[in-house]
């Protein structure tokens, strides 16, 4: 193999580097909310963590566009959403602290039930769509709906978990960021069926 084969094979799975360097990212995230929570810098790294997996989702997705797009790309990169949305929603989930005002509990708790259940569904939609041998073309809907679940999870995370804000405007806006998220899963999921019908 050539040196320019080497290099364009570097350049064609450079977006699938990006996609596995998240799903190392919230592993981490994962492994210190659970097993090392106690670490005097765990809330710090977690941050961390997820500013720069949030950093390769957009990474990947302009190196897939300037690069093509791989079949194991196609493949891994919902993979690696669904686990770095998923892992922190199930983190905030099991750390809320009692001092939270119930409201703002209850209402993150059934944004994440409805945020997570769809997920599964877009995610098993989608395994199914690929025994079908039928490639999905992901769509806008899905796009912004991970910016704004990132941003929604964003905000209980840092707020909640880094600064200690039990009540107030910054979690307002994060949940209702989580419940947009929710509507735009459910118009990504309409867009996905529309491309079959299409097809």
């Given at each position: 193999m050539s040196s320019f084969s080497i290099f364009a094979f570097a350049l064609r799975n450079s977006a699938n580097a990006a996609t596995m360097a998240r799903i190392f990212l919230a592993s981490i995230i994962n492994y210190f909310a659970f097993f090392r929570a106690d670490h005097p810098f765990a809330r710090e790294i977690m941050f961390a963590c997820l500013f720069g997996a949030m950093l390769s989702d957009k990474l990947d997705?302009?190196?897939?566009?300037?690069?093509?797009?791989?079949?194991?790309?196609?493949?891994?990169?919902?993979?690696?959403?669904?686990?770095?949305?998923?892992?922190?929603?199930?983190?905030?989930?099991?750390?809320?602290?009692?001092?939270?005002?119930?409201w703002l509990k209850s209402s993150l708790n059934a944004a994440i039930i409805v945020l997570v259940s769809l997920e599964l569904i877009l995610f098993f939609s989608g395994i199914v769509i690929r025994l079908l041998k039928i490639i999905p073309h992901s769509n806008k809907w899905g796009k912004m709906?991970?910016?704004?679940?990132?941003?929604?999870?964003?905000?209980?995370?840092?707020?909640?978990?880094?600064?200690?804000?039990?009540?107030?405007?910054?979690?307002i806006v994060a949940n209702i960021?989580?419940?947009?998220?929710?509507?735009?899963?459910?118009?990504?999921?309409?867009?996905?069926?529309?491309?079959?019908?299409?097809?």
């Amino acid at each position: 193999m050539s040196s320019f084969s080497i290099f364009a094979f570097a350049l064609r799975n450079s977006a699938n580097a990006a996609t596995m360097a998240r799903i190392f990212l919230a592993s981490i995230i994962n492994y210190f909310a659970f097993f090392r929570a106690d670490h005097p810098f765990a809330r710090e790294i977690m941050f961390a963590c997820l500013f720069g997996a949030m950093l390769s989702d957009k990474l990947d997705g302009w190196l897939a566009r300037r690069y093509g797009v791989t079949a194991f790309g196609a493949m891994i990169d919902p993979v690696a959403d669904k686990y770095l949305v998923i892992s922190i929603s199930l983190i905030l989930w099991n750390w809320l602290p009692p001092e939270v005002d119930d409201w703002l509990k209850s209402s993150l708790n059934a944004a994440i039930i409805v945020l997570v259940s769809l997920e599964l569904i877009l995610f098993f939609s989608g395994i199914v769509i690929r025994l079908l041998k039928i490639i999905p073309h992901s769509n806008k809907w899905g796009k912004m709906k991970m910016t704004v679940e990132c941003v929604g999870v964003s905000g209980w995370f840092v707020f909640q978990e880094m600064f200690g804000v039990k009540s107030g405007p910054p979690l307002i806006v994060a949940n209702i960021l989580l419940f947009l998220a929710a509507a735009l899963t459910i118009l990504s999921l309409v867009g996905h069926f529309k491309t079959l019908k299409v097809r």
